[in-house]
């Protein structure tokens, strides 16, 4: 995994909005995790289509943010999820 | 008991659609006395349970039986679930899912599939299931769950006389596509306790257990998921049973008994509501069973003075219940309980060679 992957959410991976606790959720096998504005905000955006760069470069703009530093949050955040096997990536 | 207000809402529903099955394993988590067909829900009453079970903010709906595919309107209840908001796992032997079946599921919006896996090879998988022709069966409905492209879990449930097979069922898991597995060492409730015997690990195998799973869970790190549920008996310290009493789960029995844990039955003080007499809220927030345990204050001293107080929650009733006689016991497993060696002394008995010979297979009486 680099900043150049595609990642995605597999199927029977979803967002799904909480309202019983007003809270953004990601259902997954056997998993619900509940998520803050950042890991919502992270992965409402992915697409299967742009890489980890070029989602940091989109967030970074719309919060007026460091790319770098948003780069690696994406990066440590999915990549902890890639290993819980709720996010995968797109051939290569 | 805790008020009403601190409880939180439950995450999870297990859905016991039925308890018919074409299998009749030993370890079968159904209770002992199973009940018939003409006392099952039917679809109307279980589609509002699940209707009900949204509003209160269960999340995700575990539907499971006996072999739910036994239930004819499968499809039906799958749709009506997911139309609730639920996210909808289905448990199965795959026995009884037909590709045609398969393919309604798909378009009734299933979202997960976790398929038991008695052995590696048919033989000894069929002795297990005690159905011949199942293993055979669950191989090709792997197949068309890959080929549909499901999500796919493994359900490998473990016992002395598979667990020198784990490594092959782990190889199984990869290659049938699996994005899971759960190495799940059988817990002795209902039938099971009955196959103790036949079933109890030896510690040498739990000792391989323990490495050959920390070890495939890195090789495979990113490919295959791993969830470990060790056989308990050789912990020096309970489970969280439920992640707490009445805390995060509900059960759902075929003929609406709504309950703490699968088990919950076997705890004789216990009465239970059914989805037909009150409300799921109301029997999840006001029902004397879930709060039976709910908190600490039922809990003995050991318990409430201990710093695993909030971390294990003193463990399972039921296997407190089971093994000292006593449901607001502490978990005989812990090593800090009074009861400790009645645990020891069922292991030392049951390890020796032919402690004993066949099994009781779950059936109906």
Redesign the interface.
């Known amino acids: 995994m680099s900043l150049d992957s595609i990642p995605l959410l597999p199927r029977g991976v979803r967002l799904h909005f909480d309202k019983v606790r007003g809270k953004n959720v990601l259902l997954a096998p056997e998993r619900s995790l509940f998520l803050d504005d950042v890991g919502f905000a992270i992965l409402s955006e992915l697409d299967g289509k742009r890489s980890i760069r070029q989602i940091a470069g989109h967030l970074a703009a719309l919060y007026n943010a460091p790319e770098e530093a948003i780069a690696n949050d994406i990066d440590e955040f999915v990549s902890d999820l890639a290993d819980k096997q709720v996010i995968g990536f797109c051939d290569a | 008991m805790r008020d009403a207000v601190s409880v939180p ?1 439950p ?2 529903m297990l859905a016991e659609l039925t308890h018919r099955c074409p299998l009749s394993c030993p370890y079968c988590s159904n209770p002992v006395e199973l009940i018939a067909r003409q006392k099952e829900l039917d679809t109307e009453t279980w589609i509002d349970v699940f209707q009900q079970a949204a ?3 269960v ?2 709906v575990h539907i499971s039986g006996g072999e739910p595919a036994s239930r004819r309107d499968l499809v039906e209840l799958v749709k009506g679930a997911r139309a609730a ?1 639920l ?1 909808v ?1 289905l448990i199965t032997s795959g026995v009884g899912l037909t590709d045609a079946r398969l393919l309604e599921l798909d378009e009734a919006g299933l ?2 599939i ?1 398929l038991s896996l008695q052995g590696v090879a048919a033989q000894s998988a069929d002795l297990i299931g005690g159905y011949k022709g199942g293993f055979a069966r669950k191989m090709a409905v792997a197949d068309k769950i890959a080929e549909i ?3 796919l ?1 493994l359900n490998a449930v473990m016992h002395r006389q598979n667990l020198d097979d784990l490594p092959d069922m782990i190889e199984m898991a990869k290659r049938l596509g699996a ?2 597995i759960e190495v799940a060492c059988v817990q002795f409730q209902g039938w099971a306790l009955k196959n103790r015997g036949m079933l109890q690990p030896t510690r040498e195998q739990v000792d391989m257990a323990k490495r050959v799973v920390a070890q495939a869970r890195k090789d495979n ?5 791993f ?1 470990f549920v060790p056989p308990d008996y050789y912990a020096d310290f309970p489970k969280a049973c439920m992640g707490g009493w009445g805390s995060t789960g509900l059960n759902v029995t075929p003929d609406g008994r709504v309950l703490p844990c699968h088990a919950a039955e076997t705890i004789p003080s216990l009465r239970f509501q059914t989805v037909t007499e009150a409300s799921l809220s109301d029997i999840w927030y006001h029902g004397a069973a879930f709060n039976a345990f709910r908190g600490t204050n039922w809990m003995p001293d050991l318990c409430q003075s201990c710093d695993r107080r909030d971390i294990d929650f003193g463990g399972c009733r039921c296997q407190a219940m089971a093994v000292a006689g006593d449901a607001t016991a502490a978990d005989p497993v812990c090593r800090k309980s009074p009861h400790r060696h009645l645990v020891d002394a069922t292991l030392e008995a049951e390890t020796q060679p032919a402690a004993a010979e066949t099994f009781d297979y779950r059936k109906f009486t």
């Open positions: 809402p995450i999870a509003q209160m903010g999340l995700q908001g996210y796992n979202d997960h976790q492209g499901f999500p879990t994005r899971r790190l990113g490919t295959l998921a969830d």
